[in-house]
């Protein structure tokens, strides 16, 4: 069974930063793109930044990229999204996926597994 499970998120305050996490298990997880994905209340899900199963490649969205940063430790079935100068349009549910020999899409139908989520709340 497949499972990605976010941590990380809390309040930070505007100009603060975060780190999340997700850690895979039940997947041989170097096989597998990740992304990272956000949904405010009312909004679409919508992509933030992703990295092949390589790890070398690594795509953001234009909203955030000069503030994130994604990284990947297949020792630890895990990825991880370094947040900084956080805005209060970043609060957002912040979901981790998982794409299968992927390039790290910026299309949700891309992703076979989804993480719960973790709630990042960034206040002004």
């Known amino acids: 069974q497949v499972q990605l499970v976010e941590s990380g998120g809390g309040l930070v305050q505007a100009g603060g930063s975060l780190r999340l996490s997700c850690l895979a298990s039940?997947?041989?997880?170097?096989?597998?793109?990740m992304g990272w994905f956000r949904q405010a209340p009312g909004n679409e899900r919508e992509f933030v930044a992703a990295?092949?199963?390589?790890?070398?490649?690594?795509t953001y969205a234009d909203s955030v990229k000069d503030r994130v940063t994604m990284s990947r430790d297949n020792t630890k079935n895990t990825v991880y999204l370094r947040m900084n100068s956080m805005k209060p349009e970043d609060t957002a549910v912040y979901y981790c996926?998982?794409?299968?020999?992927?390039?790290?899409?910026?299309?949700?139908?891309?992703?076979?597994?989804w993480g719960q989520g973790t709630q990042v709340t960034v206040s002004s």
């Open positions: 990295i092949n199963w390589v790890g070398m490649g690594k």
């Open positions: 039940g997947l041989t997880f170097s096989n597998y793109a």
């Open positions: 996926a998982a794409q299968f020999y992927g390039s790290g899409s910026d299309q949700k139908s891309a992703y076979e597994y």
